[in-house]
């Protein structure tokens, strides 16, 4: 019988979090993994968060947690301006690590880890949970396969709910300064943009808008005002490589309906890649994903998914099973030495392409993309 790979999770809050929320159920279905322990700033949540979810161990310093020997895989869930710190300290103890998406707060970050990850020799990941929704492993095959024919148009649409009603939790605060690199640009638009590459190629040249439509919210839990500074609208027009034309709306504050809809439009029909359900104002990454094909002169129609698509049997809950489908094949890569998850190389070349729109929209000018 093959031995579980044993896990450490840095930002194993047990009240709130996106571990809790996604991380630690996940771990906790998969046959692949043991958790074994957990780390988070105060004793006593970190104690509580091991017998919730029956690590051995717990601790306050994270570097413990990475250098401890029944840990294997580091999972780095907490805010993002930390990332690069705690990662550094997983790879210098020479353990596999998962960093939640985005994986640093700047591309000179990224370009150090993924660096630092290649000389380790070990097994990264970065959380674009999306990829390893069953609807979009059964899109790329069908993209790829050439189902709608040659592709010829491409047309993204992300609205999330965050900023609603003029409103924001405060634990979502720190990414309204585009300095903490956590923002709609980051999150929303990176893993809307990182969906679209992977079913059907790299941005080549690109323009880009990005507007703040609320320059200031009130934070729910305290009503304290607070100023925003990064971009809550994302308007990007451009061509890929292959020269397909594409445009794509990212936004936040959607007061009614918030949804994400990739359309991808073919010589002999379409298809529709469509976030669903309570959870769709949180992003693609976390909510239902349900495809939809529409044969040349037809109405649109779901497509069912095929069972090989899916390895997260018996898991109700979207946010836990996208981020397990990642677990699992991440299991199979180390356990075989293959690679095919996203990893910080990925991380880094979508960390460079937000740069390119950050460009775009600071000059003025069409960006040329190096891929």
Same mark, same amino acid.
């Given at each position: ?18 571990? +809790? ?42 570097? +413990? ?53 290649? @000389? ?8 674009? @949970? ?83 439509? #609320? ?26 490589? $292959? ?41 693609? #990454? ?23 698509? +899916? $390895? ?54 069409? #960006?040329?993309?190096?891929?």
């Amino acid at each position: 019988m093959t031995e579980p790979i044993r896990v450490g999770v840095i930002g194993a809050g047990p009240e709130r979090g996106w571990a +809790r929320m996604s991380h630690l159920p996940a771990l906790t279905a998969s046959p692949d993994y043991e958790l074994t322990a957990v780390a988070t700033t105060r004793s006593g949540s970190a104690r509580r968060a091991a017998e919730l979810y029956g690590a051995r161990h717990h601790f306050t310093d994270p570097a +413990r947690l990475s250098g401890h020997p029944d840990v294997d895989l580091v999972v780095v869930a907490v805010k993002t301006p930390d990332h690069a710190a705690l990662v550094e300290a997983a790879l210098e103890a020479g353990k596999h690590v998962y960093c939640e998406w985005p994986l640093t707060r700047t591309t000179k970050e990224a370009e150090v880890l993924a660096s630092a990850a290649e @000389q380790a020799g070990v097994h990264h990941a970065v959380g674009l @949970q999306a990829r390893h929704a069953p609807a979009v492993r059964h899109a790329r095959h069908l993209l790829t396969t050439g189902a709608i024919g040659r592709i010829t148009g491409v047309d993204v649409y992300a609205a999330r709910a965050k900023g609603a009603g003029g409103t924001v939790t405060s634990d979502a605060v720190y990414t309204l300064d585009r300095r903490n690199g956590a923002g709609t640009l980051e999150v929303a638009g990176g893993h809307t943009l990182d969906l679209l590459e992977h079913l059907c190629g790299s941005m080549g040249r690109l323009s880009a808008l990005l507007s703040v439509q #609320q320059p200031r919210l009130t934070v729910s839990d305290t009503a304290e005002s607070v100023g925003v500074t990064g971009a809550d609208h994302v308007l990007i027009g451009g061509l890929l490589v $292959t020269g397909v034309p594409v445009s794509v709306h990212v936004h936040d504050g959607k007061t009614g309906h918030p949804r994400t809809r990739l359309e991808f439009t073919g010589t002999r029909g379409s298809l529709a890649l469509v976030s669903e359900g309570p959870a769709a104002g949180h992003g693609i #990454q976390v909510s239902d994903i349900h495809l939809y094909e529409a044969p040349a002169g037809d109405t649109w129609r779901e497509v069912p998914v095929p069972p090989a698509h +899916r $390895t997260a049997v018996g898991v109700p809950d979207t946010a836990v099973r996208n981020v397990l489908e990642l677990y699992t094949a991440l299991a199979r890569d180390i356990r075989t030495g293959s690679r095919t998850v996203p990893d910080f190389e990925t991380g880094l070349r979508l960390h460079l392409l937000l740069d390119t729109v950050r460009s775009a929209h600071r000059t003025g000018a069409c #960006q040329a993309r190096e891929v």
